[in-house]
C-alpha cells in the first residue's frame, strides 16, 4: 500500500523567506515517482516538481525545489524567496510504478499563506 | 503545454438528475484519466482511473454504478454521476496522462456540483 503523509496543515511565512514544506511517503514499490501541485483559491492544480526515485539528484524548478531523502522517505518541498502569489494549498503526491497501475495518491496537503 | 479541459466548471442539479462531466485532452493524446473528489478544505480523493477504449478501475468504496466513467477516445473521457444526491455535492477534477509526456499529470480545472 502506498500512503503520503503532510503533517504541517498551515503555515505562515513572511514574504522573500524561504519554507519548507514537509512530505514523507511510505511505498512497497522499488521504483516510485513524487510530485508536488500547488492549488490556489480558484482549484485548478498546477504541477511544480517532479522527483524520480533513481534520479541522482535533487529535482528544481526555479523557485522550487525537491529535498530528497530515500533513506528517510521524505521529499519536502523549498520555496526560496516566496512571494504573495505563493499563498494557496500544496499537495505532495505519489506514483508506484509497479504495484498502483499508475495511479497517482495525494496527501493531506498544506495551507500556505504568504505576509506581506 | 498539454492542456486537460473540464466541463462545466460548476453545475446546480436537483437530487435524482443525472450530470455529466467531460474531460478533454487539448493538444495530446491521453494514455490514461483520473477521476478525483475533493471536498472543501480536504485532499484529492481518487475514484477511479480509465484507459482508453477499456473499463475504468474503481477505489475501494467508490460505487461504479453510481459514477460511470466513459473513456471513448484518447482525448476523452466522461463522468457521469446517477440519480444524484446531496450527498454528492462536492469538486470533481479529472486529470490525464501521456506515456509520450513523462510523469506529469495534467489537470482540468473541476467541477463543482451542487445537488439541492
Known amino acids: 500500500a502506498q500512503k503520503i503523509t503532510q503533517t504541517q496543515p498551515g503555515m505562515f511565512v513572511q514574504e522573500k523567506e524561504a519554507v519548507t514544506l514537509d512530505c514523507t511517503y511510505d511505498t512497497s514499490d522499488p521504483s516510485y515517482g513524487l510530485f508536488w501541485y500547488k492549488q490556489p483559491s480558484s482549484g485548478e492544480m498546477i504541477f511544480l516538481i517532479y522527483?524520480?526515485?533513481?534520479?541522482?539528484q535533487n529535482a528544481t524548478e526555479g523557485r522550487y525545489s525537491l529535498n530528497f531523502q530515500k533513506a528517510r522517505k521524505s521529499a519536502n518541498l523549498v520555496i526560496s524567496a516566496s512571494q504573495l502569489g505563493d499563498s494557496a494549498m500544496y499537495f505532495c503526491a505519489m506514483r508506484g510504478v509497479y504495484s498502483s497501475a499508475s495511479k497517482i495518491i495525494f496527501g493531506s496537503g498544506t495551507r500556505l499563506s504568504i505576509r506581506p | 503545454g498539454a492542456v486537460v479541459s473540464q466541463h462545466p466548471s460548476r453545475v446546480i442539479c436537483k437530487s435524482g438528475t443525472s450530470v455529466k462531466i467531460e474531460c478533454r485532452s487539448l493538444d495530446f493524446q491521453a494514455t490514461t484519466m483520473f477521476w478525483y473528489r475533493q471536498f472543501p478544505k480536504q485532499s484529492l480523493m481518487l475514484m477511479a482511473t480509465?484507459?482508453?477504449?477499456?473499463?475504468?478501475?474503481?477505489e475501494q468504496g467508490v460505487e461504479k454504478d453510481k459514477f460511470l466513467i466513459n473513456h471513448a477516445s484518447l482525448t476523452l473521457s466522461t463522468l457521469t454521476v446517477t440519480s444524484a444526491h446531496p450527498e454528492d455535492s462536492s469538486f470533481y477534477i479529472c486529470?490525464?496522462?501521456?506515456?509520450?509526456?513523462?510523469?506529469?499529470?495534467?489537470f482540468g480545472s473541476g467541477t463543482q456540483l451542487s445537488v439541492l
Open positions: 522527483q524520480g526515485s533513481y534520479d541522482q
Open positions: 480509465s484507459n482508453e477504449g477499456s473499463k475504468a478501475t474503481y
Open positions: 486529470s490525464a496522462r501521456s506515456t509520450l509526456l513523462g510523469e506529469k499529470l495534467f
